[in-house]
């Protein structure tokens, strides 16, 4: 249970990180366009408090003894959530993702050796529940940067990066033809946090294309 632990805590700090930025939040910025085409910056932190929604709906449904789905209306509840949540003010997006992180968290204080040892439904597949925080803590962390109101993936946490550069290194490798399981000279050269920045599709790195991993 170590990695698991590591994980809980990992996501926890996040939480914390991500809220210490939204509590700047003003209205206007709400409004802002983030880092990513076409959400503003409610979009973002929208999304970071349904994602919570989501993960306590299948860890629940794992206490339960039972495999919950973590969207059970799709990626249509999901954009819809999303784009109802966005146009809040800042006070009530903060709201959001404060109330939301901490429900999380009671979860996972709630959650038993066997319901960790279950799974969720998510929109592209079966999740297991002890890979739920470190996927939380790179949600949370990820888009942390994208609301672009400070922290970029130069702040990203030591130990996410080592930890899912490993995971992005072989999702990488994984989808290249026999034998081309070695990054680009490129990616190599490039600190830590900028080659999980490229993984990503979060940064570039000259003389290479976008990595093509995330769509």
């Known amino acids: 249970m170590n990695d698991l632990h590591r994980d809980l805590a990992g996501a926890t700090r996040a939480h914390a990180q991500v809220l210490a930025t939204l509590r700047e939040l003003s209205d206007d910025q709400a409004r802002h366009p983030s880092q990513l085409p076409g959400w503003t ?29 973590m969207y059970p209306g799709g990626l249509a509840q999901r954009t819809a ?17 404060t109330q939301t992180a901490a429900q999380l968290e009671r979860t996972w204080a709630e959650m038993t050796p066997a319901a960790w040892n279950g799974s969720g439904q998510t929109v592209s597949g079966p999740v297991a529940t002890a890979d739920m925080p470190f996927i939380r803590w790179r949600e949370v962390t990820v888009h942390h940067a994208d609301l672009g109101l400070g922290y970029s993936w130069s702040h990203w946490d030591a130990e996410y990066v080592r930890l899912d550069l490993g995971r992005m290194t072989m999702l990488w490798a994984s989808r290249k033809p026999m034998g081309m399981t070695e990054l680009p000279q490129e990616a190599l050269a490039a600190e830590p946090r900028h080659r999980l920045a490229w993984l990503l599709g979060r940064a570039e790195i000259e003389g290479l294309p976008p990595a093509g991993i995330i769509g």
């Open 81 to 97: 959530d999303i784009e109802a949540g966005a146009p809040r003010s800042a006070a009530e997006l903060l709201a959001d993702v």
């Open 41 to 69: 910056v409610g979009h973002v932190a929208t999304h970071i408090a349904r994602n919570a929604d989501g993960q306590m709906r299948m860890l629940r449904g794992a206490i339960d003894g039972e495999m919950a789905a």
